[in-house]
């Protein structure tokens, strides 16, 4: 395995995307769903409207002009996806020397990190990768896989981000901990969600939770995702 899966928090980090092409503009709108703390564009061309209310709502910051080493001052994480492959390059080394995690786009022998193909519903985040020998494959892969887990493992999940530190405020053993939380990933709570019947959803929380949560369940059920 050459690359090292991991998953990043973004929320209070700056990001660059120099280049926001066709490629570029999904890079940025992946970025956007993941709410950096500063997100700059960089580009010779005039936004287009997509981004305008984007830029107005200060959600991120575009700049028609070239790309200045000046850019990379704090920054996390860079995206270059410029037509330039000397300047994507050139920002590979940048971002090398300065130890800042980047991703030139199609051109893995110059990234530090490279992007898989994902599939995500609510708090699950699946990822594929085939290290860059076969992106075609990786994204049929990720289209297989979005057949399999649909909507209702959003819900699920939103459900247990609610329940799950309800449980953990008991104060019960480890052990019991994990016991309750391996009988609700397989009891018949999936398929409880995916109904969309709320009774069913509770009476499957009843039969798995300690009584003392019971009273608590029907408002949990009934909070918004």
């Excluded at 580009?43 to 959600?59: H, Y």
């Excluded at 929380?205 to 029907?218: F, V």
């Amino acid at each position: 395995m050459r690359y090292y899966p991991i998953l990043l928090d973004l929320h209070d980090k700056y990001c660059l995307v120099v280049g926001v092409g066709q490629v570029g503009t999904r890079k940025v709108r992946t970025l956007l769903s993941c709410a950096p703390g500063r997100l700059r564009i960089v580009d010779t061309r005039e936004p287009d409207p997509c981004w305008r209310e984007l830029i107005e709502q200060g959600l991120v910051e575009y700049h028609i002009r070239t790309f200045l080493p000046e850019d990379l001052e704090g920054c996390f994480l860079v995206i270059a996806s410029t037509s330039d492959e000397n300047l994507n390059w050139r920002i590979s080394r940048l971002c090398a020397e300065r130890g800042i995690l980047c991703n030139i786009v199609d051109q893995p022998e110059k990234c530090s990190f490279i992007l898989p193909a994902m599939h995500s519903q609510g708090d699950l985040t699946i990822a594929v990768s085939t290290s860059g020998s076969s992106p075609a494959l990786a994204k049929k892969i990720r289209q297989d896989l979005g057949a399999c887990f649909g909507p209702e493992y959003a819900r699920f999940l939103a459900l247990m981000r609610r329940l799950r530190p309800l449980i953990l405020d008991l104060n019960l053993p480890t052990s019991e901990n994990t016991a309750v939380f391996r009988a609700l990933t397989q009891s018949q709570l999936l398929d409880a969600v995916q109904s969309g019947n709320d009774a069913r959803i509770l009476e499957v929380l009843r039969r798995h939770l300690p009584e003392s949560l019971h009273p608590r369940l029907e408002d949990v059920i009934g909070e918004p995702d």
